[in-house]
């Protein structure tokens, strides 16, 4: 595993977020791809207000939270930065769905018609609408989140009766391995079925995002077609929280 280093002032947010451009430009280079095709998501977990305003001055003004709680304390206490916006990419309860239509701007981990019902109800009640990416389970046994490939069509069907959530693609977790043998086929799968899902996905759903690849993977994604790279640790620093915390049967395999 690389160290990484800690960002703490604008200046550091801005070398690291520098140094990940690069890279993302790098990978887009090798595989003929625009670089604005690529849209970086600054995952801020685990770090402090005080720090995420330096990421903010640097120019991260959205960010993503696996939690909903911290997300949205986060929220209130950040309230007074112009255009700063919250995307949950982490696991959803239903009797959560309320706090993150208030604040939310994306959730990427939609993976139940309960939870897809609820934020749509709460959503309406606000005047709110949310995008939102349906994670799937590319790793096969290895996670109980996100939904199994071959029930995502019948999944997304259902949606458009949901009309406050704009469904936008499909977001994923790869296996956890350093060996890009095993990752690399997790990332062929989403977009495999991103592509066939193209064909068949009702009116008012947009199948083109394709949210894949963390702070160890996001060149491999984007080699095999990534249009949100989800990156923490490469801009903030190393988290001392254990991924496990996270998502709970993946972690022991790491
Ligand atoms: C934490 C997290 C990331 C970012 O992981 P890093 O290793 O910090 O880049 C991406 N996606 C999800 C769902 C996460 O919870």
């Not at 801005?14 to 670089?35: F, K």
């Not at 604040?103 to 309960?114: K, P, W």
Request: glycine content about 6%.
């Amino acid at each position: 595993m690389s160290a990484y280093t800690t960002a703490n002032t604008v200046d550091e947010f801005r070398q690291h977020l520098a140094d990940v451009y690069g890279r993302i430009t790098a990978a887009c280079a090798e595989v003929g791809r625009d670089p604005a095709s690529v849209r970086l998501l600054p995952v801020s977990k685990t770090v402090p207000e005080e720090r995420i305003r330096n990421a903010y001055a640097a120019g991260c003004n959205t960010l993503g939270e696996n939690k909903v709680q911290e997300a949205h304390g986060k929220w209130q206490a950040m309230s007074d930065l112009p255009d700063l916006r919250w995307s949950i990419i982490g696991h959803l309860q239903t009797n959560k769905a309320k706090q993150v239509a208030e604040f939310a701007s994306e959730f990427q981990a939609l993976d139940s018609l309960r939870v897809a019902e609820a934020l749509d109800k709460r959503l309406q009640a606000l005047g709110r609408s949310l995008d939102v990416l349906v994670q799937v389970n590319t790793s096969n046994e290895e996670s109980k989140f996100g939904l199994p490939p071959d029930e995502v069509e019948a999944f997304v069907k259902q949606l458009p009766a949901l009309s406050s959530l704009r469904v936008r693609g499909l977001m994923t977790l790869a296996l956890f391995s350093d060996d890009a043998v095993k990752v690399r086929p997790c990332f062929v799968r989403l977009r495999t079925l991103r592509d066939r899902l193209r064909q068949s996905a009702p009116a008012g759903v947009a199948m083109d995002e394709l949210s894949m690849g963390m702070s160890g993977d996001y060149e491999l994604a984007i080699e095999e077609g990534s249009t949100i790279v989800r990156v923490g640790q490469a801009i903030f620093g190393a988290r001392r929280v254990a991924d496990s915390a996270y998502w709970p049967e993946q972690g022991a395999n790491r």
